[in-house]
């Protein structure tokens, strides 16, 4: 079928599992990681990208981001566990890389 495309299988060491698992369920993380961690968890599960928008009340161009932005890192990742960082060091890559990108322009005028 012209212009269909298979979503990246996402693979979950069990240290990363526990610290997704942990961020999705959390009441004091931001809304947006915890959003985009329960993302990565379903992507993992093998749900599809539509499927995961319906579950998340977001479009499926939203989950195929967080997908494609965690399997472009998970060489980061498990080179990180080879080293075999910390839970905390290990923790701070995952809020890295599920915390929004920098934008250019100019700050925010209003303070909150």
């Not at 979950?12 to 999705?24: D, E, G, K, V």
């Not at 985009?36 to 009340?57: C, D, E, P, V």
């Not at 599920?98 to 322009?105: A, H, I, T």
């Amino acid at each position: 079928m012209p212009g269909f495309m298979f979503a990246r299988t996402i693979l979950l060491s069990p240290r990363q599992r526990t610290i997704l698992a942990r961020f999705a369920s959390s009441r004091s993380a931001p809304a947006a990681v915890v959003k985009r961690a329960g993302i990565i968890l379903a992507s993992a599960a093998g749900k599809s990208n539509a499927g995961i928008g319906r579950h998340f009340a977001a479009d499926r161009q939203m989950s195929r981001r967080w997908r494609t932005r965690w399997a472009s890192a998970m060489e980061l990742l498990l080179c990180a566990e080879a080293q075999e960082v910390s839970d905390e060091d290990l923790e701070v890559i995952v809020v890295d890389l599920l915390s929004d990108e920098y934008r250019p322009g100019a700050p925010s005028r209003f303070k909150p």
